[in-house]
């Protein structure tokens, strides 16, 4: 009685390991497709001014924040001196 006691929880457990496993390799896979529609161009950085999120490529750099215009940019160096 013993044993097969054992057996039954041995199964229960490796059934729901797998199903686990599955369960992840589904969010996973969703995950990853996800980033890919969101992120086409890399990274997305916010602009230092309004906070609009852009792609690292178009941003414009000063320092260490990113903005998402030239005029931006030139706003917050104006505000921050
Ligand atoms: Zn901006």
Redesign the pocket.
């Known amino acids: 009685m013993g044993l097969i006691r054992l057996i039954i929880f041995a199964l229960v457990i490796w059934m729901f390991w797998r199903l686990i496993r599955n369960y992840r390799a589904n969010l996973d896979s969703k995950q990853r497709s996800g980033e890919k529609k969101k992120l086409p161009n890399g990274n997305m950085v916010a602009?230092?001014?309004?906070?609009?999120h852009?792609p690292e490529n178009t941003a414009i750099a000063h320092d260490d924040q990113w903005?998402?215009?030239e005029?931006?940019r030139a706003k917050f160096i104006a505000e921050k001196h």
């Open positions: 602009c230092g001014y309004c906070k609009v852009v903005f998402c215009s005029s931006h």
